[in-house]
């Protein structure tokens, strides 16, 4: 069973779910500095999606002055390429159209299809964020 919880940073206890989470994926597995992978947390809506009570993907999303960011999409390595990445996607979307306002992110190369998928598009060149390509994407 699949299940998506919304949060916001004043749940420490989610919160440390969250961030065990982000830390295996982007600071263990990809190699980003710990200092570059948390920032902007209290102005932050977050998402926990579990998967038979076990907690293996998050996301969040913040305003900024360009819009609604979505950001630190991050699935345990065994849990990829079975769809639950898009129904995290879905579910964040679902949340933010209603907002009125540019959507955008940072997708990393590997995941660019990921997002294109599910409707957005590049914009711009290649950039490099925390040693990582990464293409600017906005949902048309």
Same mark, same amino acid.
């Given at each position: =069973?699949?299940? /998506?919880?919304?949060?916001?940073? #004043?749940?420490?206890?989610?919160? @440390?779910?969250?961030?065990? /989470?982000?830390?295996?994926?982007?600071? $263990?597995?990809?190699?980003?500095?710990?200092?570059?992978?948390?920032?902007?947390?209290? $102005?932050?809506?977050?998402?926990?999606?579990?998967?038979?009570?076990?907690?293996?993907?998050?996301?969040?999303?913040?305003?900024?002055?360009?819009?609604?960011?979505? $950001?630190?999409? &991050? =699935?345990?390595?065994?849990?990829?390429?079975?769809?639950?990445?898009?129904?995290?996607?879905?579910?964040?979307?679902?949340?933010?159209?209603?907002?009125?306002?540019?959507?955008?992110?940072?997708? #990393?190369? =590997?995941?660019?299809?990921?997002? @294109?998928? &599910?409707?957005?598009?590049?914009?711009?060149?290649?950039?490099?964020?925390?040693? /990582? $390509?990464?293409?600017? =994407? @906005?949902?048309?």
């Amino acid at each position: =069973m699949v299940e /998506i919880v919304r949060f916001r940073f #004043q749940d420490q206890k989610l919160f @440390e779910v969250c961030s065990s /989470i982000r830390t295996r994926v982007f600071v $263990e597995e990809q190699k980003v500095d710990r200092k570059l992978e948390y920032d902007h947390e209290e $102005e932050s809506h977050f998402y926990l999606l579990y998967v038979d009570g076990k907690p293996v993907a998050t996301a969040r999303w913040r305003k900024t002055d360009k819009g609604i960011k979505l $950001e630190r999409f &991050a =699935m345990l390595k065994e849990f990829r390429n079975k769809g639950l990445g898009s129904e995290l996607l879905k579910a964040v979307l679902q949340d933010v159209r209603n907002l009125k306002r540019k959507i955008y992110l940072h997708s #990393q190369l =590997m995941a660019v299809s990921y997002y @294109e998928r &599910a409707g957005f598009k590049k914009v711009g060149d290649k950039f490099i964020e925390a040693g /990582i $390509e990464h293409y600017l =994407m @906005e949902l048309i």
